[in-house]
């Protein structure tokens, strides 16, 4: 298996649960097994909004996660934390805290959301 480049943002997660965006799918399904990843804290987000409703959502999420690696949010992404621009309320900066200790490519259609940390990778699948 290969080490991760990339990490899904909770949106695209979404788009990819949903096949709601088929370029991202297919961008995605084109990537070898083991380089995307989900972090700990969008798994967080997923299974709150999945895997607290019927069998079926939970089945689907279970599968979903299946899929990818999920990385740990550990010390290291908790001090890259305190290098990203604070914004009350939002889990991005946790997600772009883990992308940038990891030296990985934030996979999200919200590049706006993350605009304002300037050495973070970000690229959007959703678009050609």
């Not at 949106?11 to 990537?31: D, H, M, Q």
């Not at 989900?38 to 689907?60: M, N, Y």
């Amino acid at each position: 298996m290969s080490k991760p480049r990339y990490l899904l943002d909770t949106n695209s997660c979404i788009f990819l649960l949903a096949r709601a965006r088929p370029l991202l799918t297919g961008k995605v399904e084109n990537c070898s097994p083991g380089t995307i990843a989900i972090s700990a804290i969008v798994c967080a987000e997923l299974a709150l909004g999945f895997g607290t409703g019927d069998t079926k959502g939970k089945v689907a999420l279970n599968r979903f996660i299946g899929q990818f690696p999920v990385l740990p949010f550990d010390e290291k992404a908790a001090r890259f934390h305190a290098r990203v621009p604070f914004k009350r309320g939002k889990l991005d900066r946790l997600i772009a805290a883990h992308a940038l200790a990891l030296d990985l490519v934030l996979i999200t259609n919200n590049r706006r959301d993350f605009a304002d940390i300037a050495e973070l990778k970000t690229e959007d699948w959703t678009k050609p």
